[in-house]
Protein backbone atom coordinates (compact mmCIF):
# COMPACT_ATOMS: atom_id res chain seq x y z
CA UNK A 1 0.00 0.00 0.00
CA UNK A 2 1.08 3.23 -0.94
CA UNK A 3 1.45 6.14 1.08
CA UNK A 4 -0.82 8.38 0.12
CA UNK A 5 -3.33 4.96 -0.04
CA UNK A 6 -2.35 4.81 3.69
CA UNK A 7 -3.18 8.51 4.41
CA UNK A 8 -6.52 7.76 2.52
CA UNK A 9 -7.46 5.30 4.27
CA UNK A 10 -6.54 6.63 7.93
CA UNK A 11 -8.59 10.17 6.71
CA UNK A 12 -11.93 7.77 5.86
CA UNK A 13 -11.70 5.89 9.45
CA UNK A 14 -10.95 9.19 11.15
CA UNK A 15 -14.17 10.63 8.97
CA UNK A 16 -16.02 7.44 9.88
CA UNK A 17 -15.73 7.59 13.24
CA UNK A 18 -16.36 11.54 13.41
CA UNK A 19 -19.19 11.58 11.62
CA UNK A 20 -21.35 8.26 12.77
CA UNK A 21 -24.50 8.42 14.62
CA UNK A 22 -23.11 7.26 17.51
CA UNK A 23 -20.77 9.81 17.84
CA UNK A 24 -23.46 12.26 17.78
CA UNK A 25 -23.20 14.87 20.65
CA UNK A 26 -26.20 15.84 22.55
CA UNK A 27 -26.66 19.02 20.01
CA UNK A 28 -26.64 17.25 17.02
CA UNK A 29 -29.02 15.13 18.44
CA UNK A 30 -31.71 18.04 19.39
CA UNK A 31 -30.96 19.15 16.06
CA UNK A 32 -31.68 15.59 14.10
CA UNK A 33 -34.79 15.80 16.20
CA UNK A 34 -36.26 19.00 15.14
CA UNK A 35 -35.13 18.24 11.28
CA UNK A 36 -37.01 14.54 11.77
CA UNK A 37 -40.30 17.23 13.24
CA UNK A 38 -39.70 19.61 10.89
CA UNK A 39 -40.27 17.08 7.68
CA UNK A 40 -43.70 16.11 9.53
CA UNK A 41 -45.00 19.53 9.60
CA UNK A 42 -44.07 20.26 6.24
CA UNK A 43 -45.99 16.48 5.21
CA UNK A 44 -48.94 17.08 7.65
CA UNK A 45 -51.70 20.07 8.13
CA UNK A 46 -53.31 18.46 11.00
CA UNK A 47 -52.40 20.68 14.05
CA UNK A 48 -53.25 17.86 16.80
CA UNK A 49 -51.05 15.81 14.60
CA UNK A 50 -48.15 18.15 14.33
CA UNK A 51 -48.24 18.85 18.00
CA UNK A 52 -48.22 15.16 18.75
CA UNK A 53 -45.26 14.82 17.21
CA UNK A 54 -43.52 18.02 18.80
CA UNK A 55 -44.60 16.45 22.49
CA UNK A 56 -42.82 12.94 20.79
CA UNK A 57 -39.60 14.70 19.76
CA UNK A 58 -39.11 16.69 23.32
CA UNK A 59 -40.08 13.45 24.88
CA UNK A 60 -37.42 11.50 23.20
CA UNK A 61 -34.58 14.29 22.60
CA UNK A 62 -35.38 16.37 25.61
CA UNK A 63 -34.58 14.74 29.60
CA UNK A 64 -38.83 15.06 30.08
CA UNK A 65 -40.89 12.30 31.28
CA UNK A 66 -44.30 14.41 30.96
CA UNK A 67 -44.45 16.97 27.95
CA UNK A 68 -48.07 19.44 27.11
CA UNK A 69 -48.37 21.87 24.61
CA UNK A 70 -51.90 24.46 24.57
CA UNK A 71 -52.95 26.76 22.75
CA UNK A 72 -55.39 29.89 22.99
CA UNK A 73 -58.34 29.48 21.17
CA UNK A 74 -59.21 31.37 18.02
CA UNK A 75 -62.77 32.05 19.03
CA UNK A 76 -63.09 31.96 22.79
CA UNK A 77 -59.12 33.04 23.57
CA UNK A 78 -59.26 30.50 26.15
CA UNK A 79 -56.32 28.33 26.61
CA UNK A 80 -56.31 25.19 27.01
CA UNK A 81 -54.24 21.80 26.52
CA UNK A 82 -54.27 20.14 22.95
CA UNK A 83 -51.65 17.74 23.35
CA UNK A 84 -50.19 15.91 26.81
CA UNK A 85 -48.04 13.17 26.38
CA UNK A 86 -46.63 11.06 29.75
CA UNK A 87 -49.07 11.57 32.07
CA UNK A 88 -51.08 9.15 34.07
CA UNK A 89 -54.57 8.89 31.97
CA UNK A 90 -56.38 10.22 35.40
CA UNK A 91 -53.92 13.35 34.95
CA UNK A 92 -54.45 13.37 31.22
CA UNK A 93 -58.07 13.67 31.04
CA UNK A 94 -58.07 16.50 33.52
CA UNK A 95 -55.27 18.53 31.47
CA UNK A 96 -57.89 18.29 28.37
CA UNK A 97 -60.79 19.29 30.65
CA UNK A 98 -58.59 22.69 32.35
CA UNK A 99 -59.18 26.23 30.41
CA UNK A 100 -57.46 29.42 31.37
CA UNK A 101 -58.53 33.00 30.81
CA UNK A 102 -55.44 35.24 30.27
CA UNK A 103 -55.83 36.66 33.58
CA UNK A 104 -55.46 32.87 34.80
CA UNK A 105 -53.05 31.48 32.61
CA UNK A 106 -50.50 34.93 34.24
CA UNK A 107 -51.65 34.72 37.70
CA UNK A 108 -47.92 34.43 39.90
CA UNK A 109 -49.56 34.67 43.51
CA UNK A 110 -51.75 31.36 42.00
CA UNK A 111 -49.22 30.11 39.97
CA UNK A 112 -45.93 31.05 41.50
CA UNK A 113 -43.16 31.17 38.96
CA UNK A 114 -39.34 32.59 38.39
CA UNK A 115 -38.72 33.86 34.73
CA UNK A 116 -36.16 32.16 33.53
CA UNK A 117 -36.17 34.14 30.48
CA UNK A 118 -38.71 36.98 28.18
CA UNK A 119 -39.84 33.14 26.94
CA UNK A 120 -39.72 31.13 29.64
CA UNK A 121 -41.13 30.29 33.43
CA UNK A 122 -40.35 28.10 35.96
CA UNK A 123 -43.81 27.34 38.02
CA UNK A 124 -42.59 25.71 41.58
CA UNK A 125 -44.69 24.24 43.67
CA UNK A 126 -43.44 25.39 47.04
CA UNK A 127 -45.75 28.30 47.26
CA UNK A 128 -49.31 27.15 45.64
CA UNK A 129 -52.19 26.95 47.76
CA UNK A 130 -53.55 23.77 48.85
CA UNK A 131 -56.89 22.04 48.50
CA UNK A 132 -59.61 23.16 45.55
CA UNK A 133 -57.12 25.91 44.23
CA UNK A 134 -54.70 23.81 43.06
CA UNK A 135 -55.84 21.23 40.10
CA UNK A 136 -55.04 17.93 41.79
CA UNK A 137 -56.29 15.42 39.66
CA UNK A 138 -54.13 16.68 37.12
CA UNK A 139 -51.18 15.75 38.39
CA UNK A 140 -49.67 11.57 37.93
CA UNK A 141 -48.53 11.58 41.63
CA UNK A 142 -51.16 14.54 43.55
CA UNK A 143 -49.92 12.82 46.72
CA UNK A 144 -46.05 13.60 46.42
CA UNK A 145 -47.08 17.72 45.88
CA UNK A 146 -46.74 18.35 49.68
CA UNK A 147 -43.12 17.25 49.25
CA UNK A 148 -40.55 19.26 50.76
CA UNK A 149 -37.33 20.41 48.56
CA UNK A 150 -34.37 18.53 50.00
CA UNK A 151 -31.98 19.96 47.33
CA UNK A 152 -32.24 23.66 44.98
CA UNK A 153 -31.78 21.35 41.71
CA UNK A 154 -34.35 18.97 42.03
CA UNK A 155 -37.30 19.35 40.24
CA UNK A 156 -40.74 18.39 42.54
CA UNK A 157 -44.05 16.87 41.60
CA UNK A 158 -45.72 19.93 40.85
CA UNK A 159 -43.33 21.71 39.66
CA UNK A 160 -42.91 22.57 35.54
CA UNK A 161 -41.40 24.78 32.31
CA UNK A 162 -43.50 26.74 30.66
CA UNK A 163 -41.91 28.02 27.28
CA UNK A 164 -44.29 30.42 25.45
CA UNK A 165 -45.01 30.57 22.25
CA UNK A 166 -45.60 33.85 20.41
CA UNK A 167 -47.48 35.43 17.17
CA UNK A 168 -46.20 37.96 15.24
CA UNK A 169 -48.02 40.02 17.27
CA UNK A 170 -46.32 39.30 20.05
CA UNK A 171 -49.30 38.24 22.09
CA UNK A 172 -48.94 34.28 23.66
CA UNK A 173 -50.79 32.00 21.35
CA UNK A 174 -49.56 28.58 22.96
CA UNK A 175 -46.97 27.79 25.47
CA UNK A 176 -44.63 24.44 25.69
CA UNK A 177 -44.94 22.32 29.37
CA UNK A 178 -42.60 20.41 30.49
CA UNK A 179 -41.85 18.67 33.83
CA UNK A 180 -40.52 15.26 35.65
CA UNK A 181 -36.64 15.63 34.19
CA UNK A 182 -35.57 11.98 33.93
CA UNK A 183 -32.65 12.53 36.17
CA UNK A 184 -35.33 14.33 38.89
CA UNK A 185 -32.86 17.60 38.32
CA UNK A 186 -33.65 21.50 37.16
CA UNK A 187 -33.14 21.06 33.38
CA UNK A 188 -30.05 23.67 31.77
CA UNK A 189 -30.19 26.60 30.00
CA UNK A 190 -28.72 25.41 26.92
CA UNK A 191 -32.03 22.66 27.56
CA UNK A 192 -34.12 25.91 27.93
CA UNK A 193 -32.98 27.78 25.05
CA UNK A 194 -33.55 24.46 22.55
CA UNK A 195 -37.05 24.44 23.54
CA UNK A 196 -37.66 28.29 23.11
CA UNK A 197 -36.01 27.67 19.28
CA UNK A 198 -38.62 24.50 19.13
CA UNK A 199 -41.48 27.24 20.21
CA UNK A 200 -40.17 29.72 17.67
CA UNK A 201 -40.76 26.63 15.30
CA UNK A 202 -44.27 25.72 16.39
CA UNK A 203 -45.42 29.76 16.35
CA UNK A 204 -46.26 29.69 12.30
CA UNK A 205 -47.92 26.14 12.56
CA UNK A 206 -50.38 27.09 15.42
CA UNK A 207 -50.81 30.81 13.39
CA UNK A 208 -51.88 28.96 10.48
CA UNK A 209 -54.45 27.15 12.29
CA UNK A 210 -55.65 30.11 13.73
CA UNK A 211 -56.20 32.24 10.78
CA UNK A 212 -57.70 29.37 8.80
CA UNK A 213 -60.61 29.08 11.67
CA UNK A 214 -61.00 32.92 11.83
CA UNK A 215 -61.48 32.74 8.19
CA UNK A 216 -63.61 29.91 8.19
CA UNK A 217 -65.59 31.13 10.74
CA UNK A 218 -66.06 34.81 9.25
CA UNK A 219 -67.63 33.24 5.91
CA UNK A 220 -69.92 31.38 8.22
CA UNK A 221 -71.06 34.55 9.70
CA UNK A 222 -71.31 36.22 6.24
CA UNK A 223 -73.53 33.60 4.43
CA UNK A 224 -75.76 33.10 7.86
CA UNK A 225 -75.98 37.19 7.65
CA UNK A 226 -76.47 37.10 3.69
CA UNK A 227 -79.55 34.27 4.22
CA UNK A 228 -80.99 36.27 7.05
CA UNK A 229 -81.14 39.26 5.33
Given amino acids: ?9 DLEKIL ?19 ERFLRVERQKSNLAFVLHEAALMINRVFPFKEVSIGMRGPIDGLYR ?13 EHMKLRYTQTEMFDFEKYPAFKISRFTDFRYSDDQPTGSQ ?3 KAFS ?7 QRNSLEEMLEGDY ?5 FDLK ?21 TIRWLEF ?12 VNEIKTAESLSTSKSAISHA
Fill in 16 to 34: KKNYSEFSLTENHKIIQGL
Fill in 170 to 190: DQIIGWIEVAQPRDGKIPSMS
Fill in 134 to 136: IER
Fill in 1 to 9: MSEHSKIVK
Fill in 141 to 147: RPSLLSL
Fill in 81 to 93: YIEVLGLSPTAKS
Fill in 198 to 209: LALLISPIIERH
Fill in 161 to 165: IDIYI
